[in-house]
């Protein structure tokens, strides 16, 4: 069965970088794409951007353009998204999820979400 | 501020019949771009409910049915039982920029 299992929770302060990993099971990892949504305490979803699992190519969201990188190893199905330059507004519960598409596909598959606290 | 539009909330009785709007523009909706649907209970990941429009993955229950006009989407629940009782979202892809996945601002459900 398709598993997306995230690394455990993090604490930062501010300025400092954090980097979530996301390891998939159950599935060709090179064949589908990789994305992160993100969850602020009580707030909606919020797309950050994907990675192809198979090339490599990464697409970003604007908003996080030049403090974000997404990478992944192929030897072990692992997804990583670094955050950089952290601030308060970045505490928030981050998710990886699958699609099959680059484009205007469906999040199948969610990680469990990995909590990120910034603070000093 | 989201580029997809939602209500923020919407209540109805067990056994009711809601629905939830997905306000778009010509950039994502109106441009012919896929309408997916997901279901949030409190502390856990989102959940796939509609994809493509109008589409349940296997498991869901066939009150959960999405459509899809113009610049706009719904999504419509019948029978509305307490576990449904949950945050909504509605996704689709923009092509403004570099193109990204948006998802709308959430809409609560209160049964």
């Known amino acids: 069965q398709v598993q997306l299992v995230q690394s455990g929770a993090e604490v930062k302060k501010p300025g400092a970088s954090v980097k979530v990993s996301c390891k998939a099971s159950?599935?060709?990892?090179?064949?589908?794409?990789m994305h992160w949504v993100r969850q602020a305490p009580g707030q909606g979803l919020e797309w950050m951007g994907l990675?192809?699992?198979?090339?490599?190519?990464?697409n970003y969201a604007q908003k996080f353009q030049g403090r974000i990188t997404m990478t992944r190893d192929t030897s072990t199905s692992t997804v990583y998204m670094e955050l950089s330059s952290l601030r308060s507004e970045d505490t928030a519960v981050y998710f990886c999820?699958?699609?099959?598409?680059?484009?205007?596909?469906?999040?199948?598959?969610w990680g469990q979400g990995t909590l990120v606290t910034v603070s000093s | 501020q989201s580029v997809l539009t939602q209500p923020p909330s919407v209540s109805g009785a067990p056994g009711q019949r809601v629905t939830i709007s997905c306000t778009g523009s010509?950039?994502?909706?109106?441009?012919?771009?896929?309408v997916h649907w997901y279901q949030q209970l409190p502390g856990t990941a989102p959940k796939l409910l509609i994809y493509?429009?109008?589409n349940r993955p296997s498991g869901v229950p066939d009150r959960f049915s999405g459509s899809k006009s113009g610049t706009s989407a719904s999504l419509a629940i019948t029978g509305l039982q307490p576990e449904d009782e949950a945050d909504y979202y509605c996704?689709?892809?923009?092509?403004?920029?570099?193109?990204?996945?948006?998802f709308g601002g959430g809409t609560k459900l209160t049964v």
């Open positions: 999820a699958r699609t099959l598409t680059w484009s205007s596909g469906y999040f199948e598959y």
């Open positions: 159950g599935y060709t990892f090179t064949t589908y794409h």
């Open positions: 990675i192809y699992s198979g090339g490599g190519t990464t």
């Open positions: 010509s950039s994502n909706i109106g441009a012919g771009y896929d």
């Open positions: 493509v429009n109008n």
């Open positions: 996704q689709s892809y923009d092509s403004t920029l570099s193109g990204s996945e948006m």
